[in-house]
């Protein structure tokens, strides 16, 4: 066996990288979305005040044009009137109060049986007038269009006499528009890269208390597991004398006995667990030049061999399938503890008759280890719990007496501290797949 043991250094804890990216990620959204309606309904707000100003104009003009109607109509029945007026010298109708400066109107008269009188401009929908207000596209150009009835005042009542239609395209408006959206488009990217800066600082302001508390946590986990191993070790020890005498203990204290020494052994690996998930998450990663060249086969090869009567007691066959050698980089004893732990669940969670399958393979840029097993399996609603520290399924807990529920969390940690992943594959009743996989030599 050719694998030893480096050191190892601090680095960012995973799950609070994983925390900090759905706290930005949430900020961000939040504030994005605020920021867009908000846009929208600045946007929407300016485009009904633009058209609204546009309306008011074209009632304005057909205002205008409405008091020259029977002028215009009396001249068109004396043939005074063409069917299209010209603009006069300086660019507008010679009719009184009219406002038409602009090429993009129009103006049309209409009798009383809606028959065209007279025309001027250049802008003319081809519609009816059916309509009050309409826009309508011709020639991707969209033209707003605005009827008015002209009615003649009489002593009793108002009588009809007419109608006047006003046209103007809304090229103007449009190219207002189009310049706020820029306006808007410019201001969105630069309102992006001020939230997007404001929601890291906030997700780190609020990570603070988290990671303080964390340490606070970690250290007294660290101090509590180390102080207790003096006294669970001492009373191990005055078990262990007191069953090498059995002629000094009472029969009726026997069974007892064995209880306080299982006990005392289930406290004794939980301790022991959480000492190490303490130094691993004080010490995660070693340094790149402290990290030995390990024959992962061959470890592979020595943990089968270990577990192998481990195993065969239970009933459950330990298969090794490796089809060449592979080497990574790493520290030894963890690397042993990951996949001791992994193994170890595979063969308590497995029946007796099932199967354990150990697979050592290369694919690309990446060394990957599966561990399989034909045992109870895993709920997909449990799967995203299970890397979680003192967590055990229910089923899991009547398969196991005596776990820590620690087993996974220690080998995700160190699964990680090697640059590497653990993915879970399982069917309830049918077993899991445990994937590890890690950069190969030459991506170290």
């Given amino acids: 066996m050719a694998w030893d043991i480096g050191s190892t250094r601090n680095v960012i804890n995973p799950q609070f990288r994983a925390l900090s990216w759905r706290l930005l990620l949430s900020y961000l959204g939040v504030m994005m979305a605020i920021s867009g309606i908000s846009m929208i309904a600045v946007y929407e707000f300016f485009r009904f005040s633009l058209y609204q100003q546009l309306d008011r104009q074209l009632l304005i003009l057909a205002d205008a044009a409405a008091h020259s109607f029977e002028e215009i109509k009396e001249k068109k029945e004396s043939f005074e009137v063409p069917d299209s007026l010209n603009l006069d010298d300086d660019n507008d109708l010679d009719i009184p109060w009219q406002n038409m400066h602009q090429p993009s109107q129009g103006i049309e008269w209409f009798d009383h049986n809606r028959q065209l009188i007279t025309k001027v401009g250049k802008v003319f929908p081809p519609l009816d007038l059916s309509h009050y207000h309409w826009t309508y596209t011709v020639n991707n150009q969209k033209i707003r269009t605005l009827t008015l009835q002209v009615n003649r005042e009489t002593e009793s009542q108002k009588q009809m006499i007419g109608y006047v239609r006003i046209s103007e395209s809304t090229k103007p408006v449009e190219r207002v528009l189009i310049k706020l959206r820029l306006v808007m488009m410019l201001g969105g990217i630069l309102v992006s890269g001020l939230t997007a800066f404001g929601g890291m600082w906030l997700t780190k302001q609020s990570l603070k208390p988290i990671e303080q508390s964390f340490e606070k946590l970690k250290q007294f986990t660290a101090d509590a597991s180390h102080e207790l191993r003096n006294p669970l070790a001492g009373i191990r020890t005055c078990v262990e004398v007191m069953q090498s005498h059995p002629e000094r203990i009472h029969p009726a204290d026997i069974d007892k006995l064995k209880a306080i020494a299982s006990g005392v052994n289930q406290m004794t690996s939980l301790v022991e667990d959480l000492l190490l998930l303490a130094r691993t998450d004080q010490d995660s990663i070693p340094l790149a030049t402290d990290w030995v060249i390990i024959p992962l086969?061959?470890?592979?090869?020595?943990?089968?061999?270990?577990?192998?009567?481990?195993?065969?007691?239970?009933?459950?066959?330990?298969?090794?399938d490796m089809k060449t050698e592979i080497k990574i980089k790493g520290?030894?004893?963890?690397?042993?503890r990951l996949f001791l732990n992994l193994i170890e669940n595979a063969i308590y969670y497995t029946d007796t008759g099932g199967k354990v399958t150990v697979c050592l393979e290369q694919q690309e840029k990446w060394v990957w280890v599966r561990i399989e097993d034909t045992g109870i399996g895993i709920s997909p609603e449990q799967l995203p719990l299970i890397f979680d520290r003192l967590w055990r399924a229910d089923q899991a807990r009547n398969c196991r007496k005596g776990g820590s529920g620690l087993g996974l969390a220690i080998a995700q940690t160190l699964a990680q501290n090697h640059q590497g992943e653990i993915m879970v594959t399982s069917q309830l009743g049918k077993g899991s797949c445990f994937s590890v996989r890690f950069p190969t030599l030459a991506n170290t």
Wanted: overall charge negative.
């Fill in 331 to 336: 520290v030894g004893n963890q690397l042993w």
């Fill in 297 to 320: 086969n061959e470890l592979l090869e020595d943990l089968v061999e270990f577990l192998f009567y481990q195993a065969e007691k239970k009933g459950v066959e330990l298969i090794l």
